[in-house]
């Protein structure tokens, strides 16, 4: 079946610094990727998405590119805020299959 | 315009007891979808709602686990006979229309505690 494996949290940073949060995913068919970002005390919202290979999704300043090849969609960031501390999902929908299929999630801390 | 909204936002319960959990989506959207959060499980599928189509009951973890979607709108999650690891947040999601592309609007989520 379908699965999304995310690297473990948490992950802290220092306020600018570069952030990488790894995704790969496994799926039988030609999935669309997501990344979902939950604030302390808030739900779920969407934060950037791709539908096929190579297609770049961006938001916000966050950045990931679907790899087909290394199915992968890896969140980046080039200068990490306060404001982005967060649990970021990654998430697929698989073809025929509606539904999300969630990684574990990661929890960012940035420190100022 | 007015988001996904969830009641109650908390509920605490004893086991064996029966609870319903709510589910307004936002208007026009066809699409609605309840998950799970928990501790053990993370983020689990459990049913979804496309139209008047068939639901998707795929992802419910037992028959104790029932939902239905009147007029194509509200949705209610029913779990009979609570036992703990029922324990979880409730999230509700609704989107345009089911498909890969459709962004899914997620609720606030209500929290069940299960005594």
Request: charge should be negative.
């Amino acid at each position: 079946g379908d699965s999304v494996t995310q690297m473990e949290g948490p992950v802290t940073l220092s306020e600018e610094a570069f952030l990488t949060i790894n995704c790969t995913y496994t799926a039988t068919g030609y999935p669309s990727l997501f990344w979902y970002v939950q604030y302390p005390g808030e739900g779920l919202q969407l934060l950037l998405k791709a539908t096929k290979a190579d297609d770049k999704g961006s938001n916000k300043g966050f950045e990931a590119t679907y790899r087909k090849e290394t199915t992968s969609f890896h969140l980046e960031k080039g200068s990490v805020q306060v404001s982005d501390s967060a649990v970021y999902f990654c998430a697929l929908s698989d073809t025929g299959r509606r539904a999300l299929t969630f990684g574990s999630g990661t929890r960012l801390q940035v420190q100022p | 315009g007015a988001g996904v909204s969830q009641s109650p936002s908390n509920k605490v319960t004893e086991k064996g007891k029966d609870v319903e959990l709510r589910c307004d989506p936002i208007s026009g959207h066809t699409a609605l979808y309840w998950y799970r959060q928990s501790l053990g499980q993370g983020l689990e599928f459990l049913i979804y709602f496309q139209g008047n189509s068939a639901p998707d009951k795929s992802g419910l973890p037992s028959d104790r686990f029932s939902a239905e979607r009147t007029g194509g709108s509200v949705s209610t999650l029913t779990i009979q006979r609570t036992q703990q690891e029922d324990s979880a947040v409730y999230l509700c999601a609704s989107s345009l229309k089911a498909g890969d592309n459709n962004e899914q609007f997620f609720g606030p989520g209500t929290r069940l505690t299960v005594l």
